[in-house]
């Protein structure tokens, strides 16, 4: 299944660079929405579980939690059982950005599938999770 995979990859690419353009002017990249979206849903998340709730290395999660922190969206803070962890917390100007981030990505998944119908969205979505489930094993 090749082709699933090169149009899994190309339709990631596409989101990466559509999100990016859509809030360039926010200073926030394509890559670091995802982030964002994630530490605002789980204030006090630490960078292991960030890394574990959207499939990165550690070492992505650190670079890129450092990149939203000098952008002023984030900050880390040492965990309050185990100091040497570090705990991401959206700053208001995180919090502010959210809905913007959100409606970029429904804006997004409209364009995407404009001209399908609710069934074919059901089906769809209900593949892609099964898809995903698996991916994440």
């Not at 699933?4 to 990249?29: D, H, V």
């Not at 982030?35 to 630490?46: K, V």
Request: charge should be neutral; glycine fraction near 6%; hydrophobic fraction near 35%.
């Amino acid at each position: 299944m090749v082709s699933i995979m090169a149009s899994i990859k190309q339709i990631s690419r596409c989101s990466t660079l559509y999100r990016a353009e859509a809030l360039e002017q926010e200073k926030l990249g394509g890559y670091q929405q995802s982030y964002l979206l994630t530490i605002c849903e789980n204030p006090g998340i630490t960078q292991d579980e960030l890394a574990q709730t959207i499939h990165v290395n550690k070492s992505n999660a650190a670079r890129q939690a450092a990149a939203l922190e000098e952008g002023g969206f984030i900050i880390r803070l040492p965990g309050k059982t185990d100091r040497r962890q570090q705990c991401a917390y959206p700053t208001e100007k995180g919090k502010r950005l959210y809905p913007a981030v959100r409606q970029v990505l429904e804006e997004w998944s409209e364009q995407l599938l404009e001209g399908f119908t609710e069934e074919e969205r059901r089906t769809l979505d209900e593949m892609l999770k099964k898809i995903s489930s698996r991916a994440a094993k």
